[in-house]
Nanobody, 120 residues
Framework: QVQLVESGGGSVQSGGSLTLSCVASGYTYSSDCMGWFRQAPGKEREAVAEIDSDQSTAYADSVKGRFTISQGSAKNTLYLQMNRLKPEDTAMYYC??????????????WGQGTQVTVSS
């Protein structure tokens, strides 16, 4: 199975920046798509940013213009550059990978998450 491990989370003041990293370990396979999700206390999990094998990206409206998803030269590495962070960005962030099925990404592998806390 594919194991995804996130890193880079932490505490930052409003307006600051953080870069999250995700590395696939163990058995790996070519993914059609990868993405970052987040879940805040009392809220449902939401997609933050997604990328496919052609480097096409999609972002949640709430982070568009502030966050950037990208892949490293090694296809098993994923990044999320987060700028101008806001308190509402506070959440557990998860890395995920999967295959595109009927025009949507079917995420089959998930990381354990990394906490991002933004204070005002």
């Amino acid at each position: 199975q594919v194991q995804l491990v996130e890193s880079g989370g932490g505490s930052v003041q409003s307006g600051g920046s953080l870069t999250l990293s995700c590395v696939a370990s163990g058995y790996t396979y070519s993914s059609d798509c990868m993405g970052w999700f987040r879940q805040a206390p009392g809220k449902e999990r939401e997609a933050v940013a997604e990328i496919d094998s052609d480097q096409s990206t999609a972002y949640a409206d709430s982070v568009k213009g502030r966050f950037t998803i990208s892949q490293g030269s090694a296809k098993n590495t994923l990044y999320l550059q987060m700028n101008r962070l806001k308190p509402e960005d506070t959440a557990m962030y998860y890395c995920a990978a999967g295959k595109v099925v009927y025009y949507v990404c079917e995420y089959n592998f998930w990381g354990q998450g990394t906490q991002v806390t933004v204070s005002s």
